[in-house]
């Protein structure tokens, strides 16, 4: 069965500092395509990120940074340096669909509060 | 601006009555999807359609019904059979393939 696991509901960390958020997968697929989502208090989820089974390369954007580990089943995400305004709830989500990118399953959710 | 609009932000309905949520987009996609977030719990997957007169059930389509007569539009009702319909509704589109999908600021649905 397909599941995403975020197993730390909420973190708290103060201006500065890196904070990682974890997230675990399952699939029995071998291809398969992961994703992180934010969501501020507005309420609508922004996409940072897609990666698919196969690449494994670890990504760089900006103050953002992904971990994907395929022997793990994790795709761990890390905020360097966190600011006031990464405060939202960050979901990991999979899918194992290839013709449909909004098909998804979402893990929990871990709410950030990053205070100044 | 291209984007995702669902309206309305906030709804209230007693129970024992149907409502319907409006979702569109200007952004082209072939597939748009409905889901449903409840506190400290991820999104959940209500229905989805990959064509215009195409929709199938999520993982939770029970209580729910949805058309595709446009394909810039997607609404979903909740009927009275919807035991707990009180949560936030996010509707979501996307291009075909495996591309990120696209989400509105969602519908707080309140049922007293």
């Known amino acids: 069965a397909q599941k995403v696991t975020q197993a730390q509901t909420e973190i708290s960390v103060v201006e500065k500092e890196d904070v990682t958020l974890d997230c675990v997968y399952e699939?029995?697929?071998?291809?398969?395509?992961l994703f992180w989502y934010k969501q501020p208090p507005s309420g609508e989820l922004v996409f940072l990120i897609r990666r698919n089974s196969f690449d494994e390369q670890n990504e760089i954007s900006g103050r953002y940074s992904w971990n994907f580990q395929k022997s793990t089943s994790s795709f761990n995400f890390t905020i360097t340096a966190s600011q006031v305004v990464d405060s939202a709830v960050y979901f990991c989500?999979?899918?194992?669909?290839?013709?449909?990118?909004?098909?998804?399953?979402f893990g929990q959710g871990t709410e950030l509060s990053v205070k100044p | 601006d291209g984007g995702i609009t669902q309206s309305p932000k906030y709804l209230f309905r007693k129970e024992g009555q149907n409502v319907t949520l409006s979702c569109e987009q200007n952004?082209?996609?072939?597939?748009m999807y409905w889901y449903r977030q409840d506190p400290g719990q991820g999104l959940r997957l209500i229905y989805y359609s990959q064509i215009v007169n195409d929709f199938q059930k999520g993982d939770i389509a029970e209580g729910y019904s949805v058309s595709r007569e446009k394909k810039e539009s997607f609404p979903l009702t909740v009927t009275s059979a919807q035991k707990n319909p009180t949560a936030f509704y996010l509707c979501?589109?996307?291009?075909?393939?495996?591309?990120?999908?696209?989400f509105g600021q969602g519908t707080r649905l309140t049922v007293v």
């Open positions: 979501a589109s996307s291009t075909r393939g495996v591309t990120e999908a696209f």
């Open positions: 952004l082209n996609h072939d597939a």
């Open positions: 989500a999979l899918s194992e669909e290839h013709n449909q990118g909004g098909k998804l399953i």
């Open positions: 699939t029995r697929d071998t291809t398969y395509y």
